[in-house]
């Protein structure tokens, strides 16, 4: 298992001018870890990170579209995995942090917990490629890589918390950042 | 007098809306979706559930894109807490056209002998989401206009289709 923060810096290491769709934990720390206009963490509603990213990466095929979704949202909205799929966004890769929880809401187990396979259900949703990653030395060998491949892409990413980040829900779906990634994408 | 499917989906295109996010609804499938799906003018996106087109248009919106999503009232009633966080707290121009499947013809929908209609309208005054209904062919006027306030006031209307355009 990879530490969150950890794993996320590798990423931020990697990334250029890709778009970074962030949701809940994963936002928190993500804006910290690798401040920029193009993360948008404007997601409204659990579980709707994915459909945000299918957006962007629709209305901006010219950009590579990076989610990093969490795995309690994503059950929240498995359809999305066959409208991703079916829309075929080459450049949408959707990273799942998988840490068995809905860590925000109290650290419950999600359901499936141990059992179910994220990669299974997307390559049964129709993503012609996906990954796992449980060893930070693994992930970052290939990080450059996945992130150059045509998508949709679905990126398990098996991790723990790490590092405390301040919790700032306001700034995640603050207008005037999301008046912010506007501006920054017509540039 | 019947409503013009054609009508209506030159005013979406007049309204510069190329992007349609979409869930089927017998109301709309026959003579506005399946046109639309044929229309090299318009990309639509099929989503499996409605709230992931909130979020999908809202996004095309942050982009730059003009999106109309096509769903049902029953679709619509499940996406509320999509609505309320994407759409009106997100400040999102989300486009919503939402047929009304079942309503009785002329009959106002709250006035409808179906709780899941009569309770449409009341349900989007709480939320404070503007509404109109398109049921006669001069309501298809009202379309245009109503895209263009959503986009300058920054937040969502809903277009009600109270019979089936054809």
Same mark, same amino acid.
Do not use: H, R, S
């Given at each position: 298992m990879m530490k969150r923060d950890e794993c996320f810096k590798v990423l931020a290491r990697h990334r250029t001018d890709e778009i970074v769709v962030a949701v809940y934990q994963a936002a928190q720390e993500w804006i910290h870890i690798s401040p920029s206009?193009?993360?948008?963490?404007?997601? !409204?509603?659990? !579980?709707?990170g994915s459909s945000h990213a299918l957006g962007l990466a629709l209305g901006r095929p010219d950009k590579r579209v990076v989610v990093l979704d969490g795995d309690g949202s994503l059950l929240m909205n498995l359809g999305s995995l066959v409208t991703i799929a079916n829309a075929a966004p080459k450049n949408l890769i959707h990273c799942v942090c998988e840490n068995g929880t809905y860590e925000t809401n109290g650290a419950v187990p999600i359901p499936g917990v141990n059992r179910l396979s994220f990669t299974a259900l997307a390559r049964a949703a129709g993503y012609p490629k996906s990954y796992e990653f449980d060893k930070l030395e693994d992930w970052e060998r290939e990080v450059g890589k996945v992130l150059k491949e045509d998508g949709p892409i679905l990126v398990d990413l098996k991790v723990t918390p790490g590092e405390q980040y301040p919790e700032d829900f306001r700034r995640l779906y603050s207008i005037e950042f999301r008046d912010r990634f506007r501006k920054a994408l017509q540039k | 007098m019947e409503l013009s499917a054609n009508e209506i989906i030159k005013e979406i295109k007049r309204a510069d809306i190329r992007f349609v996010v979409a869930l089927p609804d017998r109301t709309t499938s026959e003579h506005l979706l399946k046109p639309m799906l044929r229309d090299p003018e318009l990309k639509v996106v099929q989503v499996c559930k409605e709230d992931e087109g909130v979020s999908i248009c809202s996004a095309l919106y942050a982009t730059g894109h003009r999106a109309l999503l096509l769903i049902q009232y029953t679709g619509l009633l499940d996406s509320i807490n999509s609505l309320r966080g994407g759409a009106i707290e997100g400040q999102n121009p989300v486009c919503m056209m939402v047929g009304l499947l079942g309503k009785e013809p002329g009959v106002a929908p709250t006035q409808s002998k179906r709780y899941g209609l009569r309770i449409v309208e009341p349900i989007l005054d709480a939320m404070g989401i503007e509404h109109h209904l398109? +049921?006669?062919? +001069?309501?298809?006027?009202?379309i245009t206009p109503a895209v263009a306030r959503a986009y300058e006031r920054s937040l969502p209307v809903v277009l009600l289709i109270g019979r089936e355009p054809r």
């Open positions: 206009d193009f993360n948008y963490t404007f997601t !409204g509603a659990m !579980g709707q | 398109i +049921e006669q062919p +001069e309501d298809v006027t009202k």
